[in-house]
């Protein structure tokens, strides 16, 4: 048994990641792969927790320090208590977000010092990074009208001013162009089918899966 996999998707609000997930899962299910869902800020007890405070509430419930801070705990606790073990079973995880939300959103979005975050992430990850990194890109008013008609609580990011989701989507791609080997960005604009297929193709080349079942 090897060591898992660790694939985290990534997008700005309704870019349709959980949909995405579900899809890749599916497909890993196919092929006798043990996988496991997970997502961020969540994904432990502790972490799911923390998740409560930072996406409920109104927009200015915290400033963009103690946020991140926020994330970054519920991050710690999510890996040690679960990414970490999952992985070392030899489970796959597929994970709705991870550090480039963090760098996205309380980064260029909130205008917070990259180094710090840098520094952030050493001290709570160590080297740790995702196998892969799927970014789901679409422009911002797309991606809030799809947003916006859903049923949720969880509403405090999209309640934030457009310029915000503007350059949180400049923030993911400019982490895109910091690393792109790690990335795989898909256009969100097209058809869903259109988006999962170019999402499992990447998948199965990037891991050298078969697919004769």
Do not use: N
Not at 138 to 154: F, I, K, M, N, Y
Not at 157 to 171: I, N, Q, T
Not at 180 to 196: K, M
């Amino acid at each position: 048994m090897g060591q898992g996999r660790f694939i985290t998707i990534e997008g700005g609000e309704g870019a349709g990641k959980s949909t995405q997930i579900r899809a890749l899962s599916q497909k890993l299910q196919s092929l006798d792969i043990s996988f496991k869902c997970t997502r961020e800020p969540g994904g432990s007890t502790g972490a799911e927790e923390i998740r409560r405070l930072l996406v409920e509430g109104v927009a200015g419930r915290w400033d963009a320090t103690s946020e991140a801070l926020l994330v970054l705990a519920a991050r710690r606790d999510h890996l040690v208590k679960t990414v970490w073990p999952a992985m070392a079973d030899g489970t796959w995880v597929l994970c709705d977000r991870f550090i480039d939300s963090t760098y996205a959103y309380q980064g260029y979005g909130h205008g917070l010092p990259l180094e710090s975050l840098d520094q952030l992430h050493a001290f709570t990850l160590g080297e740790f990074r995702p196998d892969l990194t799927i970014l789901i890109d679409l422009p911002v008013e797309t991606g809030l009208e799809r947003a916006h008609s859903r049923q949720d609580r969880e509403t405090r990011f999209e309640s934030l001013e457009r310029d915000f989701h503007e350059r949180v989507r400049h923030g993911f791609l400019e982490r895109v162009k910091q690393d792109r080997a790690r990335f795989l960005t898909l256009d969100g604009t097209q058809p869903l089918e259109q988006v999962t297929d170019q999402m499992i193709q990447a998948v199965l080349s990037r891991f050298e899966l078969s697919v004769e079942e």
